[in-house]
Protein backbone atom coordinates (compact mmCIF):
# COMPACT_ATOMS: atom_id res chain seq x y z
CA UNK A 1 0.00 0.00 0.00
CA UNK A 2 3.21 2.34 0.80
CA UNK A 3 4.44 2.13 -2.74
CA UNK A 4 1.36 2.67 -4.63
CA UNK A 5 0.20 5.49 -2.49
CA UNK A 6 4.50 6.56 -2.99
CA UNK A 7 4.03 6.10 -6.69
CA UNK A 8 0.56 8.24 -6.85
CA UNK A 9 2.15 10.73 -5.06
CA UNK A 10 5.28 10.69 -7.95
CA UNK A 11 2.72 10.73 -11.07
CA UNK A 12 1.19 13.57 -9.19
CA UNK A 13 4.79 15.44 -8.52
CA UNK A 14 5.15 15.10 -12.62
CA UNK A 15 1.82 15.87 -13.87
CA UNK A 16 2.30 19.53 -11.54
CA UNK A 17 5.76 19.69 -12.78
CA UNK A 18 4.27 19.53 -16.41
CA UNK A 19 1.73 22.11 -16.22
CA UNK A 20 3.87 24.41 -14.18
CA UNK A 21 6.06 24.21 -17.24
CA UNK A 22 2.91 24.80 -19.62
CA UNK A 23 2.09 28.13 -17.48
CA UNK A 24 5.43 29.27 -18.16
CA UNK A 25 4.84 28.88 -22.00
CA UNK A 26 1.53 30.47 -21.82
CA UNK A 27 1.74 33.52 -19.91
CA UNK A 28 5.82 34.07 -20.88
CA UNK A 29 6.87 37.52 -19.82
CA UNK A 30 5.05 40.07 -18.07
CA UNK A 31 5.32 43.63 -19.89
CA UNK A 32 4.43 47.06 -17.68
CA UNK A 33 0.87 47.08 -19.46
CA UNK A 34 0.43 43.50 -17.85
CA UNK A 35 0.89 44.23 -14.72
CA UNK A 36 -0.78 47.61 -14.45
CA UNK A 37 -3.34 45.09 -15.85
CA UNK A 38 -3.05 42.78 -13.43
CA UNK A 39 -2.85 45.90 -10.28
CA UNK A 40 -6.34 47.07 -11.44
CA UNK A 41 -7.67 43.32 -11.23
CA UNK A 42 -6.29 42.96 -7.81
CA UNK A 43 -7.52 45.93 -6.25
CA UNK A 44 -10.58 45.67 -8.07
CA UNK A 45 -10.79 41.81 -6.53
CA UNK A 46 -9.28 42.72 -3.03
CA UNK A 47 -9.19 46.08 -2.14
CA UNK A 48 -11.50 48.32 -0.13
CA UNK A 49 -14.36 49.56 -1.64
CA UNK A 50 -14.81 52.57 0.34
CA UNK A 51 -14.46 55.63 -0.91
CA UNK A 52 -11.68 58.13 -0.36
CA UNK A 53 -9.22 55.67 0.90
CA UNK A 54 -7.00 52.52 -0.76
CA UNK A 55 -6.44 50.10 1.12
CA UNK A 56 -5.69 46.14 0.25
CA UNK A 57 -5.38 43.48 2.76
CA UNK A 58 -4.24 40.48 2.64
CA UNK A 59 -2.23 37.39 4.06
CA UNK A 60 0.21 36.26 0.59
CA UNK A 61 3.16 38.05 0.24
CA UNK A 62 3.28 37.93 -3.39
CA UNK A 63 -0.28 38.99 -3.69
CA UNK A 64 0.82 42.79 -1.60
CA UNK A 65 4.38 42.66 -3.10
CA UNK A 66 2.07 43.33 -6.26
CA UNK A 67 0.23 46.00 -5.14
CA UNK A 68 3.03 48.09 -3.63
CA UNK A 69 4.48 47.60 -7.30
CA UNK A 70 0.97 48.16 -8.76
CA UNK A 71 0.83 51.82 -6.63
CA UNK A 72 4.52 52.71 -7.01
CA UNK A 73 3.79 52.36 -10.91
CA UNK A 74 0.88 54.58 -11.28
CA UNK A 75 2.09 56.69 -8.92
CA UNK A 76 5.91 57.37 -10.47
CA UNK A 77 5.52 61.25 -10.68
CA UNK A 78 4.91 61.50 -7.11
CA UNK A 79 5.48 59.95 -3.68
CA UNK A 80 3.70 57.76 -1.90
CA UNK A 81 3.30 56.94 1.37
CA UNK A 82 2.65 53.29 2.72
CA UNK A 83 0.86 52.58 5.97
CA UNK A 84 0.32 48.68 7.56
CA UNK A 85 -1.40 47.37 10.24
CA UNK A 86 -1.02 43.92 10.91
CA UNK A 87 -3.66 42.21 12.14
CA UNK A 88 -2.98 38.99 14.29
CA UNK A 89 -5.02 36.08 16.28
CA UNK A 90 -4.41 37.33 20.18
CA UNK A 91 -3.09 33.59 20.48
CA UNK A 92 0.23 35.02 18.38
CA UNK A 93 1.02 38.00 20.41
CA UNK A 94 3.74 36.99 21.54
CA UNK A 95 5.01 36.31 18.36
CA UNK A 96 4.13 39.96 16.80
CA UNK A 97 7.75 41.18 16.78
CA UNK A 98 8.63 38.17 14.78
CA UNK A 99 6.02 38.17 12.39
CA UNK A 100 6.30 42.44 12.12
CA UNK A 101 10.25 41.36 11.13
CA UNK A 102 8.64 38.74 8.66
CA UNK A 103 6.77 41.32 6.82
CA UNK A 104 9.34 44.29 6.67
CA UNK A 105 11.54 41.42 5.28
CA UNK A 106 8.79 40.22 2.56
CA UNK A 107 7.77 43.74 1.80
CA UNK A 108 10.80 45.66 2.01
CA UNK A 109 9.04 48.04 4.42
CA UNK A 110 10.52 50.29 7.02
CA UNK A 111 9.38 49.08 10.94
CA UNK A 112 8.15 52.60 11.07
CA UNK A 113 5.08 52.28 8.14
CA UNK A 114 3.43 49.48 10.34
CA UNK A 115 1.12 51.60 12.77
CA UNK A 116 0.01 49.31 15.95
CA UNK A 117 -1.33 45.91 15.57
CA UNK A 118 -4.96 44.65 15.54
CA UNK A 119 -5.28 41.65 17.94
CA UNK A 120 -8.63 39.33 16.99
CA UNK A 121 -10.14 37.68 19.99
CA UNK A 122 -11.44 34.79 18.47
CA UNK A 123 -10.71 31.09 18.39
CA UNK A 124 -9.09 29.62 15.23
CA UNK A 125 -11.62 27.96 12.92
CA UNK A 126 -8.50 26.42 11.32
CA UNK A 127 -5.83 24.19 13.14
CA UNK A 128 -2.56 25.11 11.55
CA UNK A 129 -0.17 21.96 11.55
CA UNK A 130 2.76 24.84 11.75
CA UNK A 131 1.07 27.89 13.78
CA UNK A 132 5.02 29.21 13.22
CA UNK A 133 3.79 29.61 9.52
CA UNK A 134 0.70 31.96 10.71
CA UNK A 135 1.43 35.11 9.98
CA UNK A 136 -1.71 37.17 10.12
CA UNK A 137 -3.31 39.62 7.39
CA UNK A 138 -2.07 42.88 6.77
CA UNK A 139 -3.56 45.81 5.63
CA UNK A 140 -2.28 48.08 3.52
CA UNK A 141 -3.48 51.94 3.29
CA UNK A 142 -1.81 54.57 1.00
CA UNK A 143 -1.67 57.86 2.72
CA UNK A 144 -3.61 60.45 1.38
CA UNK A 145 -4.99 58.44 -1.56
CA UNK A 146 -8.42 60.12 -1.91
CA UNK A 147 -7.70 60.91 -5.72
CA UNK A 148 -6.08 57.67 -5.79
CA UNK A 149 -8.92 55.89 -5.49
CA UNK A 150 -10.92 57.49 -7.45
CA UNK A 151 -8.48 56.78 -10.06
CA UNK A 152 -8.52 53.55 -9.07
CA UNK A 153 -12.46 52.92 -9.74
CA UNK A 154 -12.15 54.14 -12.83
CA UNK A 155 -9.70 51.79 -13.89
CA UNK A 156 -12.00 49.15 -12.49
CA UNK A 157 -14.80 50.93 -14.67
CA UNK A 158 -12.83 50.73 -17.69
CA UNK A 159 -12.19 47.40 -17.02
CA UNK A 160 -15.81 46.52 -16.52
CA UNK A 161 -17.05 48.30 -19.68
CA UNK A 162 -14.52 46.43 -22.06
CA UNK A 163 -15.62 42.84 -20.55
CA UNK A 164 -19.23 44.10 -20.55
CA UNK A 165 -18.96 44.76 -24.27
CA UNK A 166 -16.76 42.17 -25.16
CA UNK A 167 -13.86 44.51 -26.92
CA UNK A 168 -11.09 42.23 -25.83
CA UNK A 169 -8.23 42.82 -28.24
CA UNK A 170 -7.21 39.84 -29.71
Same mark, same amino acid.
Request: hydrophobic share 35%; aromatic share 18%; proline share 0%.
Given at each position: QFVAAEMKRQE !?? #? =?IT? $??IE &????V? %????RDMFILGIALYWAEGAKTRGKTVLCNTDPDVLR?????? =?? +? /? =????????CRI???????? !? %????? /? $??????K?? @???FTKPTFIRVEHQKIYEHPEQYHGVVQIYVRKSTNLNYKMFG $? +? /? #? #? @???? !? /? &? =?VAQ
Open positions: !RQ #V =RK $YQ &AFEDG %YLTETFLHFI =RY +I /N =RDSSVVFSQLNISHKE !R %YEEIL /N $YWTHELLH @KDQ $Y +I /N #V #V @KYWM !R /N &A =R
